[in-house]
């Protein structure tokens, strides 16, 4: 869009060239959009009116209408935009190639980025329930695609042994699962960058949590057959 | 004495006794919440009227306000309910005694039990956020100590050894996580128990997914020392 706005060797002309009115309109709609976000994950989506959105961006109600069309189209494109995220990046990742287990880890990365953007959270904190049909079952094919992404990659951690042998459906659930918690609790202003809680969710969630030479330990005390629940001594 | 035998012989009243009338009241309001809380999660609260709640009860609205007074105090109340319910289950596993780690998988059961339930599914599904303050503030309270639990929990699991070193706050942040997302995804008609899901559940999360050997042997191939972590055979 710039390069194009450049290459028209402007007249002095009191308007701003086509393209550069047309990339203004996205800016602004997209800060509609953001603070939108904001509103509706710090106070819920009914309790944000249009009016809120326009006071917060000092504009009148009319002028947003210039933008939206409606509460419903904001949440619409809020949550449409975070799963477009995550899809896209989930492909670039897939497109990329390399082993499934590598893949898995750069596609939590993207969900735990995606999850902890305003938009993102939007799609953790409010998600697709209030909005009607059809636009309800779009959002939710939309995330079941990238649920299938998970299960899949998972499966094919299984596959090449990379990963214990698991139900992809149930693990996709715990992962992912968590990694949408993210975007309940996470601040901006917390002590963590949305980096650093990637970082700690992959490895909590692949390694668990479980301290393992106790499990060896164990093993090698016992003579049943091994177990992969450790169990240490009662201390009372 | 005659007289007070005969008193005694009941006469036929056509009045319940005062107590069973305060019975059948508890049972007529908890349907009342029950029905309530199915509807919440069905539709969401906003979308839920009392004049819906009372016609899947079969009854008049004013009826209803026989037992609650307003879809405020219905939602508190579910929400409440599932929160003491989790608080007392982890109360007394904390109570019982034995060592962390078994302390920390009955209550990933108590957890998973809670928010496979209409009250629970309420919890992860609507939340607090709908309700005015103080109510607001209230329930969060009830959630954060159930979150310091297993917080502590996981930092006495470190301490006894059971569990790898890591920041309770964040293990205790993806474990509860992964398991209220189950609220989210859970059907009571789906393939799984809420048993058979905290099973694989408490598995998945514990254990992880990471195959070991792999990890074992990338570490034996980089000259490394060898580490605690046990090894299998490899089947590739």
């Known amino acids: 869009m710039a390069t194009s706005a450049l290459r028209t060797a402007a007249p002095a002309s009191p308007w701003e060239p086509a393209s550069t009115r047309a990339q203004q309109r996205e800016v602004k709609r997209n800060a509609v959009l953001q603070t939108a976000a904001q509103l509706f994950n710090e106070r819920g989506f009914h309790a944000t009116s249009l009016d809120d959105i326009a006071e ?42 390399g082993s499934a287990i590598e893949q898995l880890k750069a596609c939590m990365r993207i969900y735990t980025g995606v999850v902890t953007q305003d938009f993102g959270m939007c799609v953790i904190r409010i998600g697709e329930d209030p909005l009607p049909e059809p636009l309800k079952t779009e959002l939710r094919q939309l995330k079941a695609g990238i649920d299938r992404q998970f299960r899949r990659l998972i499966a094919d951690g299984v596959a090449e ?18 990694l949408s918690w993210v975007g309940r609790w996470y ?14 969710g992959i490895e909590l969630l692949l390694n668990g ?24 001594k009662g201390k009372a």
């Open 56 to 97: 917060r961006l000092n504009v009148s109600k009319p002028t947003l209408y210039y933008y939206v069309e409606s509460k419903d189209q904001i949440l619409l494109e809020c949550v449409r935009t975070a799963l477009d995220l995550m899809h896209d990046g989930i492909e670039a990742v897939r497109a990329a190639g």
């Open 161 to 178: 042994g990379s990963l214990v042998p698991c139900d992809p459906k149930m693990a996709a659930f715990m992962i992912a699962g968590a």
């Open 187 to 200: 601040r901006g202003d917390g002590e963590l960058t949305p980096e650093e809680i990637a970082d700690q």
């Open 209 to 232: 949590v479980l301290q393992r030479r106790m499990a060896a330990r164990k093993k090698a005390a016992a003579s049943t057959p091994p177990t992969k629940t450790p169990r240490k």
